[in-house]
Nanobody, 131 residues
């Protein structure tokens, strides 16, 4: 299994950036996908996730409070890729961003922000926001 994150870089405050995470070696449609980030000197934290409904009929999206209204997570099943559109970025968004995948297991609690649940992780992509 590989999760290849890309799209990071240097951006000015107020600008936009789109991160991508291409998944291979897994059945993409059976996995919930999440984005996490780790800033220097801080613990890794959840940013956003897209999860299947239990009926597999649709997707839920979740966001951490600091990014609500600014970031959007989406996924393209045809490309096995999950995206994180980052708008109105702030210096405090500076971090290494990681994508992660967790197999949907029936009758299992699915806390989207619990990073310990995730089965696979990408290598991370650096996002730096200048003020």
């Amino acid at each position: 299994v590989q999760l290849q994150a890309s799209g990071g870089g240097l951006v000015q405050a107020g600008g936009s950036l789109r991160l991508s995470c291409a998944a291979s070696g897994l059945t993409f449609s059976r996995y919930d996908m999440g984005w996490f980030r780790q800033a220097p000197g801080k613990e890794r934290e959840a940013v956003a996730a897209t999860t299947w409904t239990w009926s597999w009929s649709g997707l839920n999206t979740y966001y951490a409070d600091p990014v609500k209204g600014r970031f959007t997570i989406s996924r393209d099943s045809a490309k096995n890729t999950v995206y994180l559109q980052m708008n109105i970025v702030k210096p405090e968004d500076t971090a290494v961003y990681y994508c992660a995948a967790v197999l949907v297991r029936p009758s299992t609690a699915r806390s989207w922000a619990d990073q310990h649940r995730y089965d696979y992780w990408g290598q991370g992509t650096q996002v730096t926001v200048s003020s």
